[in-house]
């Protein structure tokens, strides 16, 4: 997983307004911690945290913490993969955000099981915006990471065709995951919260957008 620490004024800047820094930063948390907390029923043999930033109490027990590298969004995944195959480098490796709280662990775990990973070479999670939400290699090393990484462009409705076209230029054979809302705006946190409305996400955005109503 990469992440960044949740500090106001530093994460999910798009939510700010109607947010205010502390309260996006109280949403990043909450992503954060429901995110893990499906990691963590995933089955795997090392659970790796590219974190920008300090862990804080939201880290659950049993993750590995690196810091994220130098360099833009696309540097950064890549190191991440590099990270993860230089820990495990015959195993495969998931690389998720922060952004996705919604998920279950039923969504990554039956594709990822090992009689569904005959034959498949990457995983590839779509994000409603043309970007994606999750990235998979069955045999992940540095140099693949960079070839696919590296210069994509990052955060554009484009984003996602780049990566299959670069997918297909390795000639991986890839399973598509289903497609997935990112939290970037106040509508997508709502829509996000109305998906997993048990989560600890959905009760933060609760609360902010009730203090939200008191303020006006």
């Known amino acids: ?34 995110t893990l907390a499906t990691l963590d029923l995933v089955p795997a043999g090392r659970r790796l945290l590219v974190l920008e930033g300090e862990a804080g109490a939201w880290l659950p027990p049993g993750w590995q913490v690196v810091p994220q590298s130098g360099g833009g969004l696309d540097e950064r995944l890549a190191a991440a993969f590099a990270h993860a195959a230089g820990i495990a480098p015959r195993a495969p490796a998931l690389l998720v955000g922060m952004d996705t709280p919604q998920l279950g662990a039923a969504l990554l775990a039956e594709p990822l099981s090992p009689a569904r990973r005959t034959g498949v070479d990457a995983w590839y999670g779509p994000a409603e915006d043309g970007g994606f939400w999750a990235l998979g290699l069955a045999r992940p090393d540095a140099g693949l990471a960079r070839r696919l990484l590296v210069g994509l462009p990052m955060s554009t409705p484009d984003t996602g065709r780049a990566l299959l076209d670069r997918l297909a230029a390795e000639r991986l054979t890839v399973h598509h995951l289903p497609v997935a809302t990112d939290v970037d705006t106040i509508r997508d946190a709502r829509h996000v919260a109305a998906q997993a409305p048990d989560g600890r996400f959905a009760a933060c955005l609760q609360s902010v957008e009730g203090a939200l109503e008191v303020a006006e």
């Open 1 to 34: 997983m990469i992440a960044k620490s949740p500090v106001p004024g530093r994460v999910k800047t798009r939510l700010t307004p109607p947010c205010t820094p502390e309260q996006a930063a109280a949403l990043a948390e909450a992503a954060l911690a429901d």
